[in-house]
């Protein structure tokens, strides 16, 4: 619970600092933009053509113009309007039937009633917003905090239609048990998992699953920044690829199965935030999810080249013209993200869009029934329930594109220059332990690590990984047993790999007799352009913790008897 | 005197060590194998098909079966080989007729002399050698090491033909102004360079010529390995390339303007030596140049894509054969180095090669008439005065590649694992400081630096550089101004830099009142992977002081008045 009361109290003051970017006269928004071009085709209303409104078209024609805040179609749906003065009363049960695929769509907030309909085709995040129609809208707006501000409750205003009849009130409010519960359908999750929040789920492979080159897919680390979405059959599932030029193209799952060569490619997810409470114990507190050394898992990729894709869609891959510059990526929970258009399109990035992970349909935490994979980048790249992607001359305008994934210098506070630093994509060279083994002379002769090491006497095997961005190799693992002074190279394990880079972490083992060692084991790697890292966190910190790369230490202590 | 001393004595070692590489039953050399298809070509004798000898032929052949320095050719001209114990007496005068070009081609060492004819075509060095012919191979030796051992001295007593003739020799051994100088027609050097070394000319750019975004070639940073090659005209320069399948096509630097498309590239070059006396200063020893700051320049580059180069030669670059994995690169003047092939014909790459550095011929020291240019990789592998490009299922065979550009573990003593280690190829992130200003009260009106950052007080503004390798773009560089405990972030310059990555370092400056600094100046980068640089240099000491690029300090002291 306490993870989940940060996780919130720190989007607000996200959304909070925000507003110089989001005030209705301007059109940059922490949120997607509006396409100019739904504001051309007519109605103004998208998906609704069944109910034309000159009126409304116009306005939305005019929202284009000036900034899509400042107006609503105010005339719209005038007969269901109750005045300030004497609002109807509503039943909750009728506005149940305001939900998605109703011609009229309503939301609650507190205990007033608004029809939303015409600002659905409009609304900037996309049309999320039709995954709270017929219930409260607050869960979301806790979640998509940018919403908690006068100027977007002003907009809400414009749409009220009446008050909860207080016949379905206690205390003023809908009780809690009537409210949709945005994670009511998340799956279950495999007890092994270390919860860090529960609501969206965050969750680290323990470290005692950390042993095997393939992660198993029940614990493999979970990131969600909302909830799961529910795909019955991957087949009811479409990804639409918009060119940047207004047209654009939709695959089914079976269609890229059926269209596309399939690669296998496998690679290494890591959280930026990964060794996140290391940072905070190297140096000061640092603002969201304390993943210790589990926010990271390798898994072998199946499903199709995005160059592929993007070729057949009618994207000219090697000859891009000036206005593609990104791939922007959005999930069906309204997620999004995006990489550089190079990477998206490079021959040997091995950027997919997958549909299965270690030889299993995706789980569902995982993007069941299709995700992007961008290997070598970090993980908020690899956009799950993948739906649409975009070619674009910006970078996605999401929160978690223009915000969370950034790394800061450890001079700037919790207001810093957003603009200039860069959004993360490649990660910096890391490295872990992740088992400490303490073999004891008894246990010599039956222990296996003991017969593959020869030990002769009481010792210490070290386990653990390192990992670069950018699909570079590591190429060496140095270990110190006496809190790096001294340093000597682990075995590093060969494993095979499949895919055009080093997209993989190596894992490694170090023995060491227990006479030899002081009071800290530490870590570090060296990939193949020879980047290492850090040696303390000070240095490095920033605000966001994120790229928490500096050696890994553990305490002799923690692992004598 | 000294630099040279210490540069041959390292040499000298590096040799000795190498024997169990390069013992006769070996093929594996330091030095460039020798193809397959010259041992099936017939005489064996490559090119001088007018004096075939059946006996050399089937020598050749079984140097090919069993290894290059078992079996010499020990039956040709033997008219004109003496026996050991009546030496014939030749005078200088004629072992110099016996230069390149002549039929049969002699060298003399200490007193004796030697007709190498045979010899040459199987030179394991390439036909460097007939650089020696006619006259003492000793300076050469000096330089290539390798050859001062027992098993090469007997090689050479095979093809004994006489010794020097008494009227020639002072105190037993020839004169020493009758001896070549490898290094005589080296080109004038500006004198600004700080030089390290005479012969081969090695010399850094003064930190006071570092404060521009492009280096002047008359400052930029020189690091033979060897002579300069003489090339009078541009025209008499060839390029071939080896296939790899025992085909091949040379191109004149004529031919390069003519049939491919120019392209100009802004790319900086860093010896992976570069800040090497710093290692050695903040921890131990280490062998090699004690470059300070300068063994780094920034240059306009104009030339041709190698990609296109082997495109036109008959490589598949888009769909290469699994034995084509590394283009190698042999200079006129016998320096071999290799890049992995995808970078040689990465799209994206701009690995060319050129013949223009700012706007002007290439200077003899940095490649005329023709060079390579791998951005983004150490400089080492830009190899100058290319003459042979050779597609190969394994790195280059050089000591440079297999040996000298490498790095290891703190651990590692002068004797490490060689083979383990990667050769150096990107460079890791770097950074320093080329410039300290201290603006007195006094000068702060007439001061530019105190009008661009208004300074009003006593102040210091500094400059210097960042750069990384793989063009990966330096998005950060912090200062601190009290030892490393706070930081700031400095102003990074904009320049314009062609090229399809951020091949060129970022220059960056940096103000501080004189009152907030403490004992140290400290600048360190952050590039667009995060990656960063290590706090201090022990913990990463390597032996040969290679990519010392940790947190560069600069006493505040020395900059006071």
Chains 1, 2 share one sequence.
Request: charged content about 25%; some cysteine; aromatic content about 10%.
């Amino acid at each position: 619970m306490y993870a989940v009361a940060r996780f919130l109290r720190f989007a607000s003051r996200s959304a909070l600092r925000s507003s110089s970017h989001t005030k209705p006269t301007h059109r940059v928004s922490v949120f997607r933009e509006i396409p100019a071009a739904r504001f051309s085709s007519g109605s103004g209303r998208g998906s609704q053509p069944a109910r034309p409104s000159a009126a409304s078209g116009i306005a939305a024609l005019l929202v284009g113009a000036v900034g899509w805040a400042l107006l609503g179609p105010r005339e719209a749906h005038a007969e269901e309007r109750a005045t300030q003065e004497e609002p109807r009363k509503i039943r909750l049960s009728e506005i149940h039937e305001h939900r998605r695929g109703a011609d009229a769509l309503w939301v609650f907030k507190g205990d007033r009633v608004y029809d939303i309909t015409d600002w659905v085709p409009n609304h900037p995040g996309g049309d999320v917003i039709l995954r709270a129609a017929g219930g409260n809208v607050e869960p979301y707006w806790n979640i998509f905090t940018i919403h908690q501000k006068q100027d977007v409750y002003d907009i809400l205003e414009q749409y009220f239609v009446g008050v909860i009849d207080p016949r379905d009130l206690v205390d003023g409010r809908v009780a809690s048990e009537q409210i949709d519960d945005p994670f009511a359908t998340d799956p279950e999750r495999d007890p092994r998992l270390r919860k860090h929040s529960d609501r969206p789920c965050n969750a680290e492979t323990p470290a005692s699953e950390l042993g095997t080159f393939i992660t198993p897919n029940s614990v493999f680390y979970v990131r969600n920044h909302l909830w799961v979405p529910e795909v019955s059959d991957a087949d009811d599932h479409r990804v639409t690829v918009e060119m940047g030029d207004g047209s654009e193209k939709e695959y089914s799952v079976q269609d890229l199965r059926r269209l596309f060569k399939e690669y296998k490619v496998t690679a290494t997810l890591q959280c930026s935030g990964n060794r996140r409470a290391h940072m905070t114990a190297g140096s000061r507190p640092t603002n969201g999810l304390q993943w210790d050394v589990g926010a990271i898992g390798t898994a072998e990729w199946t499903g199709v080249r995005l160059r592929d894709v993007l070729t057949d869609a009618g994207v000219p891959v090697d000859d891009l013209p000036p206005h593609i510059k990104h791939a922007q990526f959005l999930g069906a929970e309204a997620y999004g993200a995006s990489i550089p258009i190079e990477k998206a399109v490079d021959n040997r990035g091995d950027v997919m869009l997958v549909y299965e992970m270690n030889g299993q349909p995706l789980p569902r935490d995982h993007g069941y029934p299709l995700r992007v994979l961008v290997p070598g980048n970090v993980a908020a790249r690899s956009v799950k329930w993948v739906k649409r992607i975009t070619m674009s001359e910006e970078e996605s305008t999401s929160q978690w594109q223009r915000r969370d994934y950034k790394c800061f210098g450890p001079n700037e506070g919790t207001n810093p220059d957003w603009d200039r630093a860069r959004s993360i994509q490649e990660m910096p060279v890391q490295s872990a332990i992740t088992s400490v083994e303490q073999v004891s002379t008894g246990g010599l002769k039956d222990n296996p690590a003991a017969r593959v090491y020869g030990l002769e006497e009481e010792s210490f095997v070290l386990e653990g990984y390192a990992f670069s961005g950018g699909g570079r190799e590591i190429v060496r693992v140095d270990v110190s047993v006496d809190n790096g002074r001294t340093w000597q190279q682990a075995d590093l394990l060969d494993n095979d790999a499949g895919g055009c880079k080093a997209w993989s972490w190596k894992q490694w083992r170090f023995s060491t007799p227990k006479r030899q060692t002081a009071r800290w084991f530490v870590v570090k790697a060296v990939d193949e352009a020879y980047n290492t890292q850090a040696d303390s966190f000070e240095p490095h910190y920033n605000f966001r913790g994120n790229l928490a790369s500096a050696w890994h230490r553990v305490p002799v202590q923690l692992a004598r008897d």
